[in-house]
């Protein structure tokens, strides 16, 4: 099974900001990597998947990076509705599919 | 616009069998994979597996012993049933649409559409 680790667990970042938000992989999962945003009471949302392809409606202020086992979600100039809990998932290897921890993305 | 609802009881003894359904409305469950995930706080969000069409399913090994999931494309429905919980079954448990582009036997592997989820507790 494909490990997924998220770092940090929590980032503090001001409104207007840049945040930046970390996912590794054991082994690699070539460009198949999707990340979320999760809101409390919600469902996941999904905000980008193949690494840095964005869902449909999303911000183009969304972006993700990374290939193997090095990810990245920017996310260029925080609004107030940006702070939330993100995960990524890698869907190369597979049974089964698997989401990192998450990072919290929390108003400084 | 693709809509998905959880139903099922929100309390399950340990021991006896989990089920939940899926019904989708928006689209059809003749195509794409459909799949069901839990979250919780000790595990976080763990894929439990998929189905596509009646006779192709998929599951994740550590839950492959006690998981089936079953489809209903005549009232649009999936359904999954998880036996013999215990308290580490205790999550939100998600339904959720494989992203577009997928085709068997390849589904795409990340999830577009989910459910609003429903918590399910194991208790007797």
């Known amino acids: 099974e494909v490990v997924m680790t998220q770092s940090p667990a929590t980032l503090s970042v001001s409104p207007g900001e840049r945040a930046t938000l970390s996912c590794r992989a054991s082994?690699?999962?070539?460009?198949?990597l999707a990340w979320y945003q999760q809101k409390p009471g919600q469902a996941p949302r999904l905000l980008i998947y193949g690494t840095s392809t964005r869902a449909t409606g999303i911000p183009a202020r969304f972006s993700g990076s990374g290939s193997g086992t090095e990810f990245t979600l920017t996310i260029s100039s925080l609004q107030s509705e940006d702070f939330a809990v993100y995960y990524c998932?890698?869907?190369?290897?597979?049974?089964?599919?698997?989401f990192g921890q998450g990072t919290k993305l929390e108003i400084k | 616009q693709v809509h998905l609802q959880e139903s099922g009881p929100g309390l399950v003894k340990p021991s006896e069998t989990l089920s939940l359904t899926c019904t989708v409305s928006?689209?059809?469950?003749?195509?794409?994979?459909w799949s069901w995930i839990r979250q919780s706080p000790g595990k976080g969000l763990e894929w439990i597996g998929y189905i596509y069409n009646s006779a192709n399913t998929n599951y994740n090994p550590s839950l492959k012993s006690r998981v089936t999931i079953s489809i209903d494309t005549s009232k649009n429905q999936f359904s999954l049933r998880l036996s013999s919980v215990t308290a580490a079954d205790a999550a939100v448990y998600y339904c959720?649409?494989?992203?577009?582009?997928?085709?068997?036997?390849?589904?795409?592997?990340?999830?577009?559409?989910w459910g609003q989820g429903t918590l399910v507790t194991v208790s007797s």
């Open positions: 928006g689209g059809s469950t003749s195509s794409y994979y």
């Open positions: 082994q690699s999962v070539l460009s198949n």
């Open positions: 998932q890698q869907y190369n290897n597979w049974p089964p599919y698997t």
């Open positions: 959720a649409r494989d992203g577009e582009g997928g085709t068997f036997p390849h589904p795409s592997g990340y999830f577009d559409y």
